[in-house]
């Protein structure tokens, strides 16, 4: 159910800005930030934020009140049944990164976009 709402709102985002083509990826890539957020945390709530810093990027973003930071997996780690998820989200997104809190952080991914006219 959650799951449906997260990709409509995603969906109406990217077509409000006449940046369908980035559905796909964007889908994977707010999969893969809400799976690593419920998995590695211990918050009840996160807070899924799709917004455009520029012209040029689409951010997605999830928020969580946990301070721990997210650790790309290491040559020679056990990625047979867990552990890929940032390594799909560092080879699908333009950048990434992780902004601190007091109260907890934002784990965010951007895709890049062709300029609107």
């Not at 951010?59 to 020679?76: H, S």
Request: proline share 3%.
């Amino acid at each position: 159910m959650y799951a449906i709402a997260l990709y409509v709102l995603l969906g109406v985002g990217l077509v409000a800005w006449h940046l369908d083509e980035l559905t796909d990826s964007g889908i994977l890539l707010v999969t893969e930030l809400v799976a690593n957020a419920v998995k590695h945390t211990n918050t009840r709530s996160i807070r899924v934020i799709v917004s455009r810093p520029s012209e040029r990027f689409v951010r997605i973003g999830v928020t969580d009140k946990a301070r721990v930071m997210p650790e790309l997996a290491k040559p020679g780690d056990d990625l047979l049944t867990s552990g890929r998820g940032l390594l799909l989200i560092d080879a699908l997104a333009d950048r990434w990164g992780t902004d601190m809190y007091h109260w907890g952080k934002q784990v965010w991914a951007e895709l890049r976009c062709e300029p609107t006219a």
